[in-house]
């Protein structure tokens, strides 16, 4: 009997990974589906020169947004520029995002991690943000995912993408103090009662 309960629990979690690998295959094809149809808009284009130049082996003045300028350089120099592959990077690390509930299950129960993946999969503002070339997805999923991560019992994918976070520009800042504060306010005080 207690072989077979193993069983149907390792089965019940091989196929919530295959729920969450559905779930992360359905993001990534909401973000790429005709993802370089809109021209870029005037902040988008900035930052494409920029790595456009950059991938020539110009020194353009830079942006506070190294990790998608780098990036996309290297796209820009490997595969030439592009809308599509100027908004490539965010909409990719956009896709990851909705991994950060599977690492939460265990607090939140595995059918609410399950649900909230698959809303931040369709979520229109995630997505708008993932279809922008710019740091701001960086941002948002390096430190959504660090926390993730972090809670998790996993330090090293914390730091991981707490760097890809602060890589992604002034865009973090906010995110992180909004994150301090709610962890000031809700962590336990240690004041003894007089």
């Not at 090293?156 to 002034?170: H, R």
Request: zero cysteines.
């Amino acid at each position: 009997f207690e072989f077979e309960v193993m069983m149907s629990e390792e089965s019940l979690l091989t196929r919530e990974k295959a729920l969450y690998g559905l779930i992360f295959v359905v993001a990534l094809v909401m973000r790429l589906i005709v993802l370089g149809n809109l021209p870029l808009g005037e902040g988008e284009a900035t930052l494409a020169m920029q790595a456009l130049e950059q991938s020539r082996g110009l020194a353009p003045a830079l942006s506070p947004q190294p990790g998608y300028l780098q990036l996309t350089t290297l796209l820009f120099y490997m595969l030439g520029a592009g809308p599509v592959l100027a908004r490539l990077w965010p909409a990719l690390i956009g896709s990851l995002l909705v991994l950060a509930p599977f690492f939460l299950r265990r607090f939140v129960g595995r059918v609410p991690a399950l649900l909230f993946a698959f809303f931040l999969a369709f979520d229109p503002g995630m997505v708008a943000i993932s279809r922008q070339a710019d740091g701001g997805m960086l941002a948002v999923s390096g430190v959504v995912l660090a926390v993730a991560f972090l809670v998790a019992g996993h330090p090293v994918g914390s730091g991981i993408f707490l760097g890809v976070g602060l890589l992604g520009g002034p865009q973090v800042w906010p995110g992180l103090i909004a994150l301090g504060v709610a962890w000031s306010v809700a962590r336990p005080t240690d004041v003894e009662e007089v």
